[in-house]
């Protein structure tokens, strides 16, 4: 009984820090330790705070959307076909992850994306 209690505990605490982690997370991580997906998702996320339940249902929909894309070559640019597959599937990985909001932080989410888009068409 001792030793679930102590591990129930142990399990809380790493739960509660890595949730805090990840939605304040380093402000410079160093090099290589935040990939694109997870650069992405803290801009969209920025100004948002989840819940533990929230923050759990956004991590499996990302899990299984990153299951889901098309493997290319890094340096190379993907082909028509897999840049559509891409669009589609980041597509609806965002409805669904807004689908989990509540309606005060899909405002949010939308200025979010809306400014992510804008800097995406400013890029040469």
Do not use: C
Request: hydrophobic share 35%; aromatic share 6%.
């Amino acid at each position: 009984m001792r030793l679930h209690s102590a591990f129930a505990s142990t399990a809380a605490l790493v739960f509660a820090v890595s949730t805090a982690f990840a939605q304040n997370p380093p402000a410079d991580p160093g090099p290589g330790r935040q990939g694109p997906s997870e650069r992405r998702m803290e801009m969209l996320l920025k100004g948002i705070t989840l819940t533990p339940a929230q923050h759990a249902r956004i991590d499996s929909i990302r899990v299984r959307y990153q299951g889901q894309m098309p493997a290319f070559t890094p340096g190379t640019p993907p082909d028509s076909a897999t840049r559509e597959k891409m669009r589609e599937l980041f597509q609806r990985h965002n409805v669904e992850i807004r689908a989990v909001l509540t309606p005060d932080q899909q405002k949010v989410w939308d200025r979010n994306l809306a400014e992510m888009r804008a800097r995406r068409r400013e890029r040469p």
